[in-house]
């Protein structure tokens, strides 16, 4: 089969005055790197538009659409942001929102009870059965089960209260952001004497996970995949005993009152006893063994309260307690019992428990490095919540490894360095309040970018642990990294004079261009990451004449010019600058361009070091380019146009002669298609049209030229032009925007097919290759925009035998199902890896399929108001085997930037292959198509969440077809609804008689199981998408 060129840019017809059918592809909208010219005009980001404002307003703005559950970025009025990290969650995803964590409890419509907003799902018993309580995580769920049926439970606020459970014992649960706490409340020493009360035995069920002990009992439930989920601290039991100085309340004594009484009673008092229980797990039994001699004993003090506490949190902060010197105080569970939580951190030493404390805190730091940030200060703060007395002590901060659910006291993780400490009180009293303590972190958060840290961890410790004057309080909540930043500009590209002198190598490599008697404009493209204005920075100099290489050499233009980020600045050498220093090297000039924001600047191009772009400028010879003028596309020399053209929006461009009385012929050609096209007119130094379709957001170079009868040709016009992108984005599964789903295909030689579907569930024969790369060996998939530019992209998993590993790749679209691996093919862009931040997170290494699905979770609304401020991205699944994860797509290609990647699938995935469907039921949430290898079975799984719930569970599929085997059918995938019935369809390869044919299979979950048989031979075909 033919293989098409991919630098062949225009369809070249030729007409006098008349038009010409072009095709114009310029450079796509790109996210990772791109070469010169290859991004959109810049349309206000979130950043930039926040930045405008912070500056017209003088105070800090937020950037709505980088809110997560666990951070916040402001723009500041300089021109900086700021990016403030949670230890823990303060917001959580819910119906597409960015809600408030609300513990409150309710009952739902089947009667159990549950939390309005937490990070994991949760739901208490309704009584009448034994089920207790699920916590929920990742579609998969841990269940315990009181040994009896439960009374029907009394709800207020967070907790719900199952009254007498045994003779004088209530049991209470409450719910948290991240979990659960219970309580047994042994009201009276008769009820102590009950014979249920020496062993505890209760029921935990795994669904989807296993669940061990430890040898000091602390409980985690384990997924397939080795990651931990849930975990549970080892149990303890407290009486309601009490210290006499944590009974002291007069908050204007001159001597410290000593530890505050606890919160609530799911926290003990200071000086209550206390005692760890033996636990025992084994199969789904969970048997716990209270201490009698506490829980009967001639000094105990009534009401008792004992039993487990059970966590999912995805994020991370513990204390280490001498006290309990094994116990594991993970995300606060556990404190003071394990029925029990508590959200204040603590550090020091107090005399009324001899208990000594350090908390830990365990920060993300991904956002600091992902693009070269430069950080310019960085603070820890907590909020100081109680404080021994109003006596100023030191709490030193210091930076150390890393911290898990296994971290206790003769676990502490090994400190690395000291970061600051802060001398003070907060919180015993009016002469103290509670408040917030800041410590400097900037060098960790340094060496957090340039090291590439994904997390650090801080550790609060009292500067003397033996002084009960140290001993603090702090609200866990409330601690955060705050690390203001700036991102550099990047090196300006594009780099060209006007007249143009650009050739087809560099511009510091001849042939130089010339230039004859006009001004000259030094033009170059800037971007910032941030967004907002950036300034251009020219220099220009006689070539050899630089200060740096001659002792008299001279910079004769050193100007700056501003300009919206991702647009060209173009800055004015007017001819008379270039005639006074035409002598100094036989009219050779040599310039340098770089960018700038507010605190930064970029590297020069050429770099700093190499020669300059160049050219030569000649007064005695006329400089007389062609005009050219575009009604749809205007000229974009002074910036981007308020109105333009869109892409696939044909346009005419009119070349005129720019004054030459005897202009013969014209030629023409662009930034993205060198190839020179020569055009006659009617008459001499008559003007003519070129019609040009663009297909790809961005700025665009049309090049010009005119030649007179003596054969003398004119400097070059350079005609800038920008085009906007779609004015919506194509439909998923469309390739050309054409509004029918299309394929891609791999055939036996490793050339990847594009097939334009029909609109009728058929496709185009597919003659023409859509990649100049080899894709044998490759797994391809597509379903969504992964460049923002509107266009559907191709994902391709390739081995690299240079690294020897799988590799992920967005290829970007041309517009026309041209998937681009360089520049040169068809401009399209550069390919841009998948990759992640944590290596932890790689399950593509020997996967057997990849499988675009759309997008699960959705735009995200984060601020309430009902609008969407963080757009939806597509996202991906990874089949490694019987394993199926979940990825989230990000807007800079790290798969686990603010979501790790989710284990939905662990059971027959191996014998499965997989196709995207779209949402077949119409809820909202897209949905799962699977083939049985081995059966021929086709099913849909239906998305039920935003998580991912539903795609992989057997309870929520339903049958769609039958007999699909892989010896009749070897290839199977979706195009969504190719027919346009409303009703998802299939694309497969039947066999008959040794040769391969496309087929469609229209409507599969209705009755009008009407098979359309393709004549394309698809005998030897590897792979369809």
């Known amino acids: 089969m033919k293989r098409t060129d991919g630098r062949r840019r225009w369809a070249t017809?030729?007409?006098?005055?008349?038009?010409?059918?072009?095709?114009?592809?310029?450079?796509?909208?790109?996210?990772?790197?791109?070469?010169?010219?290859?991004t959109a005009p810049a349309v206000a980001t979130p950043e930039a538009r926040a930045a405008q404002k912070a500056a017209d307003g003088g105070e800090p703005v937020e950037v709505l659409s980088r809110r997560t559950e666990t951070s916040q970025v402001f723009a500041n009025p300089d021109g900086t942001f700021t990016e403030d990290r949670y230890a823990v969650a303060q917001w959580t995803r819910k119906d597409g929102k960015l809600v408030d964590i609300d513990t409150r409890l309710s009952r739902a419509a089947d009667g159990s009870v549950r939390p309005r907003a937490t990070t994991v799902g949760l739901?208490?018993?309704?009584?009448?059965?034994?089920?207790?309580?699920?916590?929920?995580?990742?579609?998969?769920?841990?269940?315990?089960?009181?040994?009896?049926?439960?009374?029907?439970?009394?709800?207020?606020?967070?907790?719900?209260?199952?009254?007498?459970?045994?003779?004088?014992?209530d049991l209470k649960l409450r719910a948290d952001a991240s979990g659960f706490a219970q309580l047994l409340v042994v009201k009276t020493p008769e009820a102590a004497t009950d014979p249920a009360l020496r062993t505890l035995a209760y029921r935990v069920r795994g669904d989807g996970v296993s669940v061990d002990a430890d040898e000091h009992g602390n409980l985690s439930a384990v997924d397939p995949a080795g990651q931990t989920l849930f975990t549970a601290p080892t149990p303890r039991m407290w009486d309601s005993s009490s210290s006499a100085g944590a009974a002291v309340t007069a908050r204007s004594a001159a001597e410290p009152a000593g530890p505050p009484p606890p919160a609530s009673e799911f926290e003990p008092a200071h000086g209550a006893r206390q005692s760890a229980m033996p636990v025992k797990l084994?199969?789904?039994?969970?048997?716990?063994?209270?201490?009698?001699?506490?829980?009967?004993?001639?000094?105990?003090?009534?009401?008792?309260?004992?039993?487990?506490?059970?966590?999912?949190?995805?994020?991370?902060?513990?204390?280490a307690y001498k006290k309990y010197p094994n116990s594991s105080f993970f995300n606060g569970a556990g404190w003071g019992g394990s029925g029990s939580k508590t959200t204040e951190a603590r550090s020091g030493y107090e005399n009324e428990t001899n208990g000594l404390a350090r908390s830990y805190f365990r920060m993300n730091t991904k956002n600091l490095w992902s693009t070269d940030k430069q950080v310019v200060k960085s603070t820890f703060r907590i909020k100081n919540t109680w404080s021994w007395s109003c006596t100023k002590k030191p709490v030193n901060l210091w930076r150390t490894a890393v911290i898990g659910a296994s971290t206790t006291w003769n676990n502490r993780p090994t400190r690395r360095e000291k970061m600051d400490a802060v001398t003070d009180a907060k919180g015993w009293g009016s002469g103290c309040p509670a408040g917030n303590l800041a410590f400097d972190v900037t060098k960790g958060?340094?060496?957090?970018?340039?090291?590439?840290?994904?997390?650090?961890?801080?550790?609060?410790?009292?500067?003397?642990?033996?002084?009960?004057?140290?001993?603090?309080?702090?609200?866990?909540?409330?601690?955060?990294?705050?690390?203001?930043?700036?991102?550099?500009?990047?090196a300006?590209?594009?780099?060209?004079?006007?007249?143009?002198?650009?050739?087809?190598?560099?511009?510091?490599?001849?042939?130089?261009?010339?230039?004859?008697?006009?001004?000259?404009?030094?033009?170059?493209?800037?971007?910032?990451?941030?967004?907002?204005?950036?300034?251009?920075?020219f220099n220009l100099w006689a070539t050899g004449h630089h200060p740096n290489d001659d002792p008299k050499g001279k910079i004769l233009v050193d100007q700056t010019v501003s300009v919206t980020s991702g647009t060209v600045a173009r800055l004015k050498v007017p001819k008379a600058t270039l005639i006074a220093g035409v002598g100094t090297a036989n009219g050779n000039f040599s310039w340098k361009a770089q960018a700038l924001d507010a605190t930064?600047?970029?590297?020069?191009?050429?770099?700093?070091?190499?020669?300059?772009?160049?050219?030569?400028?000649?007064?005695?010879?006329?400089?007389?380019?062609?005009?050219?003028?575009?009604?749809?596309?205007?000229?974009?020399?002074?910036?981007?146009?308020?109105?333009?053209?869109?892409?696939?929006?044909?346009?005419?461009?009119?070349?005129?002669?720019?004054?030459?009385?005897?202009?013969?012929?014209?030629?023409?050609?662009?930034?993205?298609?060198?190839?020179?096209?020569?055009?006659?007119?009617?008459?001499?130094?008559?003007s003519v049209t070129v019609k040009l379709t663009p297909t790809l957001a961005g700025g665009h170079h049309f090049y010009a030229e005119s030649i007179?009868?003596?054969?003398?040709?004119?400097?070059?016009?350079?005609?800038?032009?920008?085009?906007?992108?779609?004015?919506?984005?194509?439909?998923?599964?469309?390739?050309?925007?054409?509004?029918?789903?299309?394929?891609?295909?791999?055939?036996?030689?490793?050339?990847?097919?594009?097939?334009?579907?029909?609109?009728?569930?058929?496709?185009?024969?597919?003659?023409?290759?859509?990649?100049?790369?080899?894709?044998?060996?490759?797994?391809?998939?597509?379903?969504?925009?992964?460049?923002?530019?509107?266009?559907?992209?191709?994902?391709?998993?390739r081995h690299d035998a240079d690294t020897n590993s799988d590799r992920l790749w967005i290829h970007p679209n041309n517009g026309y199902g041209f998937a681009c691996t360089a520049c040169t093919e068809e401009a399209g862009g550069v390919r841009q890896e998948l990759t992640l931040y944590d290596e932890a997170n790689d399950h593509w290494q020997g996967a057997d399929q990849i499988l675009a699905i759309g997008d699960v979770d959705g735009p995200l609304d984060t601020d309430g108001d009902g609008e969407p401020d963080a757009p939806g991205h597509p996202d991906l699944l990874v089949k490694q085997g019987d394993l199926l994860w979940l990825y989230y797509g990000t807007d800079d290609n790290r798969l686990d930037l603010d979501r790790e990647p989710v284990l939905i699938g662990d059971d027959n995935w191996a014998n499965m292959d997989l196709f995207a469907p779209g949402d077949t039921d119409g809820d909202g949430h897209v949905d799962l198509g699977a083939r049985d290898r081995t059966t021929g079975a086709l099913y849909i799984y239906r998305g039920t969440g935003e998580d991912g719930d539903g795609l992989?569970?057997?309870?929520?599929?339903?049958?769609?077809?039958?007999?699909?085997?892989?010896?009749?059918?070897?290839?199977?995938?979706?195009?969504?609804?190719?027919?346009?019935?409303?009703?998802?369809?299939?694309?497969?390869?039947?066999?008959?008689?040794?040769?391969?044919?496309?087929?469609?299979?229209?409507?599969?979950?209705?009755?009008?199981?009407?098979?359309?048989?393709?004549?394309?031979?698809?005998?030897?075909?590897?792979?369809?998408?």
Request: net charge negative.
């Open 492 to 537: 300006p590209t594009g780099l060209d004079t006007s007249p143009s002198t650009k050739n087809d190598t560099a511009c510091n490599v001849s042939p130089f261009g010339r230039i004859g008697n006009t001004d000259v404009y030094l033009n170059a493209k800037v971007t910032d990451k941030d967004g907002g204005t950036v300034k251009a920075r």
């Open 708 to 797: 007179d009868q003596a054969g003398n040709v004119s400097d070059p016009a350079d005609y800038l032009f920008y085009v906007f992108g779609p004015e919506r984005p194509d439909q998923p599964g469309d390739i050309n925007g054409d509004g029918n789903p299309d394929l891609w295909a791999v055939d036996k030689d490793g050339l990847l097919h594009r097939f334009y579907g029909a609109g009728d569930g058929t496709a185009s024969d597919g003659t023409a290759t859509a990649s100049n790369s080899t894709w044998k060996n490759v797994r391809i998939t597509h379903r969504g925009d992964w460049t923002n530019d509107g266009y559907e992209d191709l994902i391709a998993l």
């Open 600 to 686: 930064a600047s970029s590297d020069w191009t050429p770099t700093k070091g190499a020669a300059g772009c160049r050219f030569v400028f000649d007064p005695d010879r006329p400089s007389t380019p062609p005009t050219v003028v575009s009604k749809q596309f205007p000229d974009g020399s002074d910036g981007v146009p308020t109105t333009t053209g869109h892409v696939r929006t044909e346009g005419t461009f009119t070349l005129g002669s720019g004054g030459v009385k005897d202009v013969a012929q014209y030629r023409y050609w662009t930034d993205t298609d060198k190839t020179k096209r020569t055009l006659t007119p009617a008459t001499t130094s008559a």
């Open 123 to 169: 739901e208490f018993g309704s009584g009448g059965g034994d089920t207790l309580a699920t916590i929920r995580r990742d579609g998969r769920a841990m269940t315990f089960k009181w040994p009896a049926p439960l009374p029907r439970p009394l709800i207020e606020d967070d907790t719900a209260t199952y009254p007498e459970v045994l003779p004088g014992v």
């Open 952 to 1025: 992989a569970d057997q309870s929520q599929r339903v049958q769609a077809g039958s007999s699909f085997t892989t010896a009749a059918n070897p290839l199977i995938t979706s195009p969504g609804d190719a027919d346009h019935s409303g009703f998802f369809d299939l694309w497969y390869t039947r066999v008959s008689g040794g040769a391969a044919t496309l087929i469609g299979y229209r409507d599969p979950a209705t009755d009008h199981k009407a098979k359309v048989e393709m004549k394309q031979d698809f005998t030897g075909y590897t792979t369809i998408s």
């Open 13 to 38: 017809g030729v007409a006098v005055a008349a038009v010409l059918a072009s095709a114009l592809t310029g450079p796509a909208v790109l996210a990772g790197p791109a070469a010169a010219d290859d």
């Open 445 to 490: 958060a340094k060496d957090a970018a340039s090291s590439k840290w994904n997390t650090i961890t801080l550790e609060l410790s009292a500067g003397s642990e033996t002084d009960v004057y140290g001993w603090k309080k702090f609200d866990a909540k409330s601690a955060a990294m705050s690390t203001q930043y700036n991102t550099p500009p990047s």
């Open 282 to 319: 084994d199969g789904e039994s969970l048997e716990l063994t209270p201490d009698q001699d506490l829980l009967t004993g001639e000094g105990t003090r009534y009401p008792v309260f004992i039993d487990p506490y059970v966590d999912g949190s995805r994020y991370s902060w513990t204390i």
